[in-house]
């Protein structure tokens, strides 16, 4: 099967093309996840936990254990300990992104979005699709929720953020209007109203803040009109185009490390946090001679997030190019 690209890959060869390289072509990614990754990757476990349980008609106590369950064994998954002298060296590195802390967040979720879920029609959880570029490349990704609420069909993103000001009570202007760029909603968007043929899908933010002293949550809607999403259509395409063609200069036109994959120097400091690849950018000018990660990295070929959840049972869905999304 020709998996394509996902949103996740293409944003790390936009960042800078020597992450690309780094991260999926020799497959070296840091040896730990930095915890605010780390943090939303349990959190969104726990999340799938509480929709489904809720949506079955369950106790919300017995809910709320099982997905903080479902926390912890995604928290253990990914080689992190719940508690011991390792988990306390890490605590100025973690901050309030605790287990304790989601297990709260979880608890929270439950009291402000319980009557919301219950009233809507689960059409899906991290749901799988396959979608066709204009350039032939396939696409493809995972949306986190796919409901109808009343006669309008929607997909939900959840994303975590410390973006958040206590001061005020609210999330901070950046995070909210990060996402009317967003290319990940956009391509979603698009996905969407072509596997469920309705041009009105629309997608939306389920934001959480992951903050010191306060919890808030927040639902951003996102309805991007045909004209953005026809332009983020090309603009990925031409993307991917760009990512083959250093590919294909560095392995079949000797094209060297530096001349196929430069180093963007204005990408080592990010909106989560420094890149993971910083360290090893600074002190290995020819990974390309390198057999094995140097010490801090190892070795873990990228899973595409649809992949993933057909690796789970889940069916994938293959969209096919439509001539009024192209």
């Known amino acids: 099967m020709n998996t394509g690209y996902d949103n996740y890959e293409i944003s790390n060869w936009k960042k800078c093309f020597r992450l690309g390289y780094l991260t999926h072509l020799r497959h070296w990614v840091p040896d730990r996840s930095a915890y605010p990754l780390l943090f939303g990757i349990c959190i969104h476990a726990g999340l799938d936990i509480i929709w489904l349980g809720i949506q079955a008609g369950r106790p919300l106590g017995e809910v709320l254990d099982d997905a903080i369950h479902e926390f912890n064994k995604a928290w253990l998954g990914e080689g992190y300990p719940l508690f011991g002298p390792e988990?306390?060296?890490?605590?100025?590195?973690?901050?309030?992104?605790?287990?304790?802390?989601?297990?709260?967040?979880?608890?929270?979720?439950?009291?402000?979005?319980?009557?919301?879920?219950?009233?809507?029609?689960?059409?899906?959880?991290?749901?799988?699709?396959?979608?066709?570029?204009?350039?032939?490349?396939?696409?493809?990704?995972?949306?986190?929720k796919v409901l109808r609420e009343?006669?309008?069909?929607?997909?939900?993103?959840?994303?975590?953020?410390?973006?958040?000001?206590?001061?005020?009570?609210?999330?901070?202007?950046?995070?909210?209007?990060?996402?009317?760029?967003?290319?990940?909603?956009?391509?979603?968007a698009r996905a969407l109203r072509i596997l469920y043929d309705d041009p009105d899908a629309s997608m939306a933010i389920d934001g959480l803040a992951v903050h010191a002293s306060a919890r808030d949550f927040i639902v951003i809607p996102l309805d991007p009109p045909e004209v953005e999403i026809e332009t983020w259509a090309a603009e990925v395409g031409s993307w991917i185009n760009r990512i083959e063609a250093a590919k294909n200069a560095y392995i079949h036109e000797g094209f060297s490390i530096a001349e196929a994959f430069p180093k963007n120097d204005q990408s080592c400091f990010q909106r989560y946090g420094t890149c993971g690849m910083f360290d090893l950018c600074r002190f290995c000018e020819h990974p390309e001679e390198e057999q094995e990660p140097p010490?801090?990295?190892?070795?873990?070929?990228?899973?595409?997030?649809?992949?993933?959840?057909?690796?789970?049972?889940?069916?994938?869905?293959?969209?096919?190019?439509?001539?009024?999304?192209g």
């Open 87 to 144: 988990f306390e060296d890490d605590a100025d590195d973690m901050k309030f992104r605790t287990p304790d802390t989601g297990a709260f967040i979880l608890g929270e979720y439950i009291d402000r979005r319980a009557e919301y879920i219950k009233s809507v029609e689960l059409l899906g959880v991290e749901k799988p699709f396959i979608v066709k570029l204009p350039t032939g490349w396939d696409y493809n990704g995972v949306i986190d």
């Open 150 to 188: 009343f006669s309008f069909l929607k997909g939900w993103e959840h994303k975590t953020t410390a973006m958040y000001s206590e001061s005020r009570r609210s999330f901070q202007p950046n995070f909210m209007q990060a996402w009317d760029l967003d290319s990940q909603t956009k391509g979603y």
């Open 295 to 325: 010490q801090g990295y190892r070795f873990k070929p990228w899973n595409p997030a649809f992949r993933r959840a057909t690796d789970k049972g889940v069916e994938a869905t293959t969209i096919n190019l439509r001539s009024n999304y």
